[in-house]
């Protein structure tokens, strides 16, 4: 182990004692549950099954959507497993509350603290861990490989930043990429750089390519589309800071008549203050969470809500995917409004996406821009002509249902580090 791991491994434990006062500061600002404190210390109130667990993690609500189709797949072909789901966030915890298959359990993800991991792992005891992208805890991992538990790093990204970061650590990069029996990169760019870290990386593989259409309530969608009537609909995306203001003036910079817009926050714990911010521009809004209703003249449906982005897409003529009008986001999925047959609007900072956004571009299917005018003009030319948004959204779905079965790959490399199958046991 090189001497900059031995020296978090030193720190960590030191800065253990102080970590409940932490957390409690982090419930008061919304970012931790109070009744659930005790997960993240390690410690819990459910009981560890019987048999064999498999235990897989992902960072947020990004990184544990792109985990269900596994979930679901793993859960088919090998029943016998017991699955366990950790995830780091309020918002991942509440998305997989709604959309996590019967059985399967949910926990807060330890922290990376010496006495946390040896009690998470302790009580759990997985003979199988599965990290999604670019979440690497070293005492986490490096605990859970000498208690037997064999790991897997599934998609894994490394951006410009973190590629830099680990090369002025190269034996700590080295030391924690080896722990991993698997890692299957998420890109071919993210390969070249793990290569270059020491990674031995095998192949590529992107969880998020193998979701299946986000879900929806029938009932609330028939009842929203009785509230907008006719009106087109623009929904823009798990938008951030910043964002909300620039879509909304681009739409008001349209002529009459105007369509609906539907801002879905990426946090939604945001909802208030867009809300202010919003109403202080001028534009008459309503708040899904507070249950308002849809009027004639409301220019702004803010749903700042959890978990209904399937509902929401499905009202859309266009969508908007947030996170790429600014710097450090790096875009979100556009296969999720793809898989229904929706065309797609982004700013041009998507480099999480960049191969993604790549082929709907190149099928006509996406269009990316760098500025407000840009977004102005592709909202003006999709919403007056509503036939070549139709087509360029069937464009989109044909891009997203020739995605390869991510899902279906990533258990077939998952099986050799899993224990034989009773039947297969001698």
Known sequence: MSLGLIGYRVLTSVLEPFAPGVLKSRVRRGKEERARLGERLGRTECERPAGDLVWLHGASVGETQSLLPLIEAL???????????????????????????????????????????????????????????????????????????????????????????????????????????????????????????????????????????????????????????????????????????????????????????????????????????????????????LGERIAADTEIYLADTLGELGLLFRLATVVVMGGGFGEGVGGHNPLEPARLGLPVISGSDVANFGETYAGLIKAHAAVLTPHQAALQAALADLLANPERAAAMGARAKVQAEARHDAAKAAVAALTPLLPPAPGARR
Request: charged share 25%; hydrophobic share 45%; net charge positive.
């Open 75 to 289: 859960a088919r072909a090998r029943p016998d497993l017991n699955l366990l789901v950790t995830s780091g966030t309020v918002t991942s915890a509440a998305l997989l509350a709604k959309r996590l298959p019967a059985g399967v359990l949910h926990q807060y993800a330890p922290i990376d603290a010496p006495g946390a991991v040896k009690r998470f792992l302790g009580h759990w005891r997985p003979c199988l861990g599965v990290f999604v992208e670019s979440e690497l805890w070293p005492n986490l991992l490096f605990r859970a490989r000498k208690s037997g538990c064999r790991l897997a790093l599934l998609g894994a990204r490394v951006s410009d930043d973190s590629a830099r970061g680990w090369t002025r650590a190269p034996r700590a990069a080295h030391a924690l990429f080896a722990v991993f029996d698997l890692i299957l990169a998420q890109d071919a760019r993210s390969w070249s750089r793990l290569r270059d870290l020491g990674a031995k990386v095998t192949g590529e593989l992107d969880l998020k390519q193998a979701a299946a259409p986000l879900p929806h309530d029938e009932a609330e969608l028939q009842a929203l589309r009785d509230e907008i009537g006719g009106r087109p609909v623009v929904v823009a995306a798990s938008t951030h800071p910043g964002e909300e203001d620039k879509v909304a003036a681009a739409l008001r910079a349209l002529p009459h008549p105007r369509p609906l817009l539907v801002l879905a926050p990426r946090h939604p714990a945001r909802g208030k203050d867009v809300a202010e911010a919003l109403r202080a521009q001028g534009h008459r809004l309503s708040r899904r969470s």
